[in-house]
């Protein structure tokens, strides 16, 4: 390594800091160029998978994140009427996948993460487009409005809607609409005490999860045309769409105001890229392959990202070789996912839930398989590899 060497992220969410501060670990200068007036992240919570925390001990923060896992013992699965489909242990997941589940505001991970960048390193209110790619015998160039900036590396971390993937793949179809759209809200819930779980409805679905700092997170999605909005407020749509479900759903939307609630679209990546990089540049994230909420892998993935763009950054074809055929199943299986739990026909519904309800019965540890080989993933160095091989 030596001084020369530049890496400009494009995009200060979760896997553009994360990326930069892998980057930086291995003796990168880093810049961070986002958009957005401030580093505020986008969404209320995030669940990190062992995974993710392994991705998170190469950053050497993994045991501080870990320290703020909630869940305790038992969650589980419920229908709408509150009936348990199956039941889940936090200790038996963590023995399976070596290692907890944490569920955190984001905006506790962007701090954590830019906290491990140099002063200066961040640059908000600072709109990038990629001006060349660059190639093995020139720099990659970035234009933010008032100049240009060169380096070697360029990592594209722009989300879903990524100019740096359209610029290097203008043939590409984009992300496609999945179907259906989500709401989210952290807020105090005084008084109200529960055992995490998610609701399996027709066409909806609703999560609630106690966070350590004593705020609930709650999710929801629905089967709705895209672009869809309430007529009055998203509070009310919800209400319309849960409020006559188990508790304590109806305590928790007592305690939500309008503004509290975020609500989106969801879109995904159906058409996988060619490849994660051209040139210099390199995408990771939503960029390179958003995918469906229903496995919780969308910002785990982008962790994972993050530390084996670091680790072959000096072979982007390599980079491409280790994150497109994982990402590329692990989004197939989110779309499978999210066609079973987000099933609307009646008959479908009844059968899914009763073979839910049996398996869980018959064998409770069958149902954690289906994160075999995504959860017990490890990153393909140690924490203290600060240097390239």
Avoid: C
Avoid at 24 to 51: D, F, K, M, Q
């Amino acid at each position: 390594m030596v001084e020369s060497d530049r890496a400009i992220v494009i995009g200060g969410g979760i896997g553009g800091l994360a990326a930069a501060a892998a980057l930086h670990r291995r003796g990168w200068g880093v810049t961070v160029l986002e958009r957005a007036r401030s580093l505020e992240p986008v969404g209320a919570a995030i669940s990190l998978a062992p995974n993710a925390l392994r991705a998170l001990d190469v950053l050497g923060i993994g045991e501080e994140i870990r320290d703020l896992a909630a869940w305790q013992g038992d969650g589980g699965l419920r229908t709408a009427r509150g009936r348990w489909l199956s039941r889940s242990s936090a200790e038996a997941a963590a023995a399976r996948f070596g290692g907890p589940l944490v569920l955190l505001p984001r905006a506790t991970l962007v701090d954590r993460l830019a906290a491990l960048l140099p002063a200066g390193a961040v640059r908000t209110a600072a709109a990038a487009t990629l001006a060349d790619p660059g190639d093995g015998r020139r720099p990659a160039r970035v234009g933010t409005g008032d100049e240009e900036l060169e380096a070697e590396l360029v990592v594209g971390a722009d989300g879903i809607n990524s100019r740096v993937r359209t610029a290097l793949f203008p043939d590409h179809p984009g992300p496609e609409y999945a179907g259906f759209t989500t709401w989210r809200m952290l807020i105090p819930v005084p008084g109200v005490d529960f055992a995490p779980h998610e609701t399996w409805g027709r066409g909806r679905i609703w999560g609630t999860h106690p966070l350590k700092d004593g705020r609930v997170y709650a999710y929801a999605a629905a089967m709705t045309p895209a672009g869809g909005r309430a007529p009055d407020d998203e509070k009310a749509e919800l209400l319309r769409l849960f409020g006559d479900w188990h508790d304590p759903i109806p305590a928790v939307l007592a305690a939500v105001r309008p503004e509290d609630v975020l609500r989106r679209d969801v879109h995904h990546i159906v058409t996988p890229l060619p490849a994660y990089h051209a040139g210099r540049v390199a995408l990771l994230g939503d960029a390179a392959h958003a995918m469906p909420p229903t496995l919780g892998q969308g910002g785990n993935q982008a962790l994972e990202d993050a530390v084996v763009l670091a680790h072959h950054s000096r072979d982007l074809g390599a980079y491409t070789a280790a994150r497109l055929p994982r990402t590329t199943a692990i989004t197939r299986q989110a779309v499978r996912a999210a066609r079973l739990n987000m099933a609307a026909n009646p008959a479908v519904v009844a059968v899914r839930d009763t073979v839910i309800a049996g398996l869980s019965k018959a064998a409770p540890a069958l149902l954690l398989r289906g994160f075999d080989g995504i959860a017990d993933w490890r990153p393909p160095y140690a924490a203290g590899e600060t240097s390239e091989r």
